[in-house]
């Protein structure tokens, strides 16, 4: 028993796990993205979108199948995001014209992108190494991939910093936190969530088409799970910077600390993968994780006004008065 | 000038919760009438209300504003004739966006919402003017989150919303009765000079008889979907508390059983 543990240990070299840090790192920059997205209508337009699971393989698929198509990278990577923008319009008509609840609009969307990610592929696993095609980033550069993945962060949150401070990006978030008064102020929110979740899909298949690039193959289960790991991206951003700044987390931070959430992410997957976690159980590991994260505020916010305290406080009170009358005898 | 002619609404039609809630409602309001509306829990105000809004269609009838049909417009489409303020004070603000931003949203009521930035340089003084007059030092605070601020402060803005941009018609339901009573004295007091300061047409619903008569050119009282009672000129300012309920009675042909009005003075 006591041998078995040891031996546990001693198998664990802590280089490896540093030497796997850089990859983790890019990977989260690039679920950054991701997040992002998923930050637009989780947050902004509280409206839980499933459909990103397809929309993230959709920008894989598309960019893989131009590139090997002999598309320019970067020409793949916008068609991607445009692929992405059409699958949002897709789940906002589906909700706002049609009446389908966000959710049910979410998976009818994820749903239908299967089979549609696998025509464009053909089937379900396009390679497209680093190695026969010029790609904007690859797992065999990891320090060019965090540069660029980095890059592309930066440009998006100045983009959706501007954006949301328009006319425009003002109306989706009144949207999101009072849909009556905004309609009572003119705003068309059903054109208001339509844009919102096209803008995020956008993101998300960006993220899907890097991701793709970075492991070198388009796969179409890549996207299987990924608005938890987009949830988990935006929950311990929050959760963090808020630890950290306060009542002082304005939007640009948060925005920020979406993308520190998924890197803070992908670093504990590659922790646990280190400490010899069965790959099988990484889905239940960020299950957990994203339930803890969520928990937490919740959890926080009852604790100052819990019944428990109000029965403590009575209690100090109550006995207190005893006292008191005795003292008075 | 509003003109509502003869409106029905039910409810739930052809279920067991079928309701009637607006049962034939007939409204004329020249421009710069103050009117206030007054009735049981449930005799249809806040239905009217949001009939002339446009929150749902009505099922027949018409709603004209300054003489044209807005029946058939979707409720943003008719925002840009109305400013509106509800009971709950958290209804006509977004919580966690800030004041000015409020005020901002508020601005553009009617106007295309574009990629120019969402609150210009040159609002700022405007709006610092405007919250001063309050009184209330929200001037000071306008980057502060609405949600933060007191239910009479959000109403306070709320109305300053909806007034922001001159309205043709001014729709206030029971604004003051989730307000404590110094608070609500204070809205009614703001309601009361914006409303004469920028000559608006307003309806004014309330559970408070004396502020019902207190207020405004002219009083209308509903019960079950229909207007029974309609007042005005030198009628309506020689109208006392006992003399509504008379005239209530009269219209009615029954006593006045709601606790709720009879015990607000
Ligand atoms: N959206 C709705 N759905 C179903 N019933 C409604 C709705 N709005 C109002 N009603 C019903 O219509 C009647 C009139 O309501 P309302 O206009 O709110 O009364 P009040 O005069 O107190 O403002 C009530 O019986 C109410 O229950
Ligand atoms: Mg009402």
Redo the contacts with the bound molecule.
Sequence with gaps: MMSGILSYFSSLNPLTFLSQLPGNIAQGIIWGLMGLGVFITYKLLDFADLSVDGSFATGGAVTAVLIIAGVPVWAAVLIAMLAGIIAGLVTGFLHTVLGIPGILAGILTQIALYSINLNIMGKANVPVSYRNYDLLLSASNINMAIIIGLVLVAVVIILMYWYFGTEQGSAIRSTGSNPSMSKAQGINISTMKVIALALSNGLVALSGSLFAQYQGFADINMGRGAIVIGLAAVVIGTVIGEGIFKKGMNFILRLFFVVVGAVLYYIAMGLVLWLKMPTDDTKLFTAVVVAVFLAVPYLQDKSKTSFKKVAKRSAKLLTWNDGEGDENA | MLEIIDIYKT??KGTV?E?V?LNGVSLKLNDGDFCTVI??????????L?AVAGV?PVDSGAILIDGENVSALPEHKRAPYLGRVFQDPRMGTVADMEIIENLAIAARRGDRRGLSWGVKKSEREAYREMLARFDLGLEDRMSTKVGLLSGGQRQAITLLMATIKKPKVLLL??HTAALDPKTAVKVLELSDEIIEENHLTALM?THNMKDAITHGNRLIM?SD?KIILDISGEDKKALTVDGLLKKFEEASGSKLENDRMLLAD
């Design positions: 409810f739930n919760n309701k809630a009735g049981g829990n449930g005799a249809g105000k806040s239905t009217m949001n749902w339901d029971e619903v509903m979907g």
